[in-house]
């Protein structure tokens, strides 16, 4: 059925029946304040309904589906951060594809981009598969975790400005939860990379107070207590910018390999 009902068995499904729902943003603040693990907290994440033009949205496209997905479920919810507990990666995209994460319930999880990104992770040693076709297909992220800024897919891939507030709750707490492993963070292309300085802030990384505009392999040391956590900007893997060159299997490799502390 598409949706997919929580707890109804699908692959990784973080949720159940008995799991509270947000209905606007003040319950948004509320439950992911409330979480005090990943587990609470990507259950909560993956029955949120506190945007109603993104919940329209996932849903009837998971009703109407692409036709070359038609004998498909699409799991039509918010897709929850996904990987490592204790990640010393953490990679950031902007949302969910309609057809992609809308419909397999994974990030970057059967669309062009995340067919480019895990092949790099592979090629990097970060994921243990070079695919990442559906949920339950034994990809698994090594050292790293992932996280949608914007957890519901946007028509037009464009969230509204409210839309990337509302679901900020979300990005920070998880933030707050694996900030302590860190040692990098980056962030696929420009959208994400704004989205994230106001949860890096709540969640209690020191940003600094003159913004750095985004580019590929900019790179900003962000002070957490003892720590340094390096955010670096990657060009997103979107085919308009891996078929025409802007991104190359070497160009994103490098960042990976940077984030993880190989020298180049
Ligand atoms: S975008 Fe975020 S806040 Fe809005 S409904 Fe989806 S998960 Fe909830």
């Given at each position: 059925m598409s949706p997919v009902p929580p707890g109804s068995g699908w692959p990784d499904d973080p949720s159940s029946p008995d799991t509270p729902v947000a209905h606007d943003a003040a319950e948004v603040v509320e439950l992911a304040r409330a979480?005090?693990?990943?587990?609470?907290?990507?259950?909560?994440?993956?029955?949120?309904?506190?945007?109603?033009?993104?919940?329209?949205?996932r849903e009837r496209v998971a009703v109407e589906r692409r036709r070359s997905f038609a004998g498909e479920t699409y799991?039509?919810?918010?897709?929850?951060?996904?990987?490592?507990?204790?990640?010393?990666?953490?990679?950031?995209?902007?949302?969910?594809?309609?057809?992609?994460?809308?419909?397999?319930?994974?990030?970057?999880t059967g669309d062009r981009s995340g067919d480019w990104l895990f092949a790099s992770l592979h090629r990097v040693?970060?994921?243990?598969?070079?695919?990442s076709t559906r949920?339950?297909?034994?990809?698994?992220?090594?050292?790293?975790?992932?996280?949608?800024?914007?957890?519901c897919a946007p028509p037009a891939n464009k969230p509204e400005p409210a839309e990337r507030a509302a679901c900020s709750p979300w990005l920070s707490r998880e933030i707050a939860l694996v900030a302590g492993s860190l040692r990098s963070i980056v962030a696929l292309g420009g959208f994400a990379w704004?989205?994230?300085?106001?949860?890096?802030?709540?969640a209690g990384l020191e940003t600094p107070?003159?913004?750095?505009?985004?580019?590929?392999?900019?790179?900003?040391p962000l002070r957490y207590g003892d720590a340094?956590?390096?955010?670096?900007?990657?060009?997103?893997?979107?085919?308009?910018?891996?078929?025409?060159?802007?991104?190359?299997?070497?160009?994103?490799?490098?960042?990976?390999r940077r984030a993880m502390g190989e020298k180049p």
């Open positions: 979480s005090r693990t990943l587990a609470e907290l990507t259950a909560c994440e993956a029955v949120c309904r506190a945007c109603p033009r993104l919940v329209e949205w799991w039509g919810r918010p897709i929850a951060g996904w990987g490592a507990e204790h990640p010393r990666l953490l990679i950031v995209g902007l949302a969910p594809a309609a057809h992609g994460g809308n419909r397999t319930g994974r990030i970057f040693g970060l994921a243990a598969i070079p695919t949920a339950g297909d034994g990809q698994r992220l090594i050292d790293a975790r992932m996280v949608a800024a914007v957890r704004q989205a994230l300085w106001p949860a890096l802030a709540v107070r003159r913004r750095p505009p985004f580019g590929h392999g900019v790179e900003v340094v956590v390096t955010l670096i900007g990657c060009y997103h893997p979107s085919p308009q910018n891996t078929f025409t060159g802007v991104l190359t299997e070497e160009m994103t490799d490098e960042v990976f």
